[in-house]
């Protein structure tokens, strides 16, 4: 059957389109983890990050990200300064809700990976005035960060862009894989949120009447960009 190129664009990102099925069980999983932690820990605030919560992700990538926001008492009593501390503090609490399952410390998460092929990388994380704090094991040290800030920056140029901007993302992404290009999932999103919150409104105009043409201009200004540090 003959396809538009439009059609053909479509066709081409739904074979990377995570299934309802798969949704589902990643929405299980998270709520299921949360409430847990819940149970065995003074949580301030939690909440999701990620490709899978910015409806960036693409299939067969099954991973979750938990922001898991503390009670300073942790820090101040009970000696968690250090990242390893802190990062081994978590891992003996989800233990106790998962105690099969394959569990490692993995950079500035707690990694616990299902059978069925799920991750759940959970970050422990203290409330700053403007931040949060994060232990990272390499180098180990506390980073600040605010996950919240790309959330809502990708959701509002989505919205600037007629919702167009998180299918592109996932086509990029799914151009990646089929290349094995050496990009990281969070730098794609990055470059394409600074190439296309710099459009003009014209331009903007034009480049949502398709997806051949926003791809095409997304390549040209991300060679400009593939070096430059994101942030």
């Known amino acids: 059957m003959i396809k538009t190129v439009p059609e053909a664009f479509q066709e081409f990102m739904g074979r990377y389109e995570p299934t309802a099925a798969t949704k589902e069980a990643a929405a299980t999983k998270q709520n299921y983890l949360r409430d847990s932690l819940a149970g065995h820990l003074d949580v301030i605030e939690d909440f999701l990050t990620g490709s899978y919560i910015k409806q960036t992700q693409i299939k067969p990538k099954t991973d979750i990200d938990v922001f898991l926001v503390l009670d300073p008492a942790y820090w101040q009593k009970q000696n968690l300064q250090k990242p390893r501390e802190m990062l081994s503090f978590v891992f003996r609490q989800l233990r106790k809700t998962y105690p099969r399952s394959t569990m490692r410390l993995d950079g500035q998460a707690v990694t616990v990976a299902f059978q069925d092929g799920f991750k759940l990388d959970v970050v422990p994380a203290f409330k700053t005035k403007e931040a949060y704090m994060i232990p990272s094991l390499k180098p180990p040290e506390w980073i600040s960060c605010n996950p919240k800030v790309h959330i809502e920056l990708l959701t509002k140029i989505n919205q600037a862009q007629n919702q167009t901007l998180k299918p592109l993302i996932k086509m990029v992404k799914c151009w990646k894989v089929t290349k094995s290009a050496a990009l990281r999932s969070f ?44 942030t």
């Open 187 to 230: 730098h794609i999103e990055l470059m394409a949120a600074r190439i296309f919150s710099n459009t003009s409104d014209a331009m903007r105009a034009d480049l949502v009447s398709g997806y051949p043409r926003s791809l095409s201009f997304f390549f040209q200004q991300a060679c400009h960009l593939i070096d430059e540090p994101m």
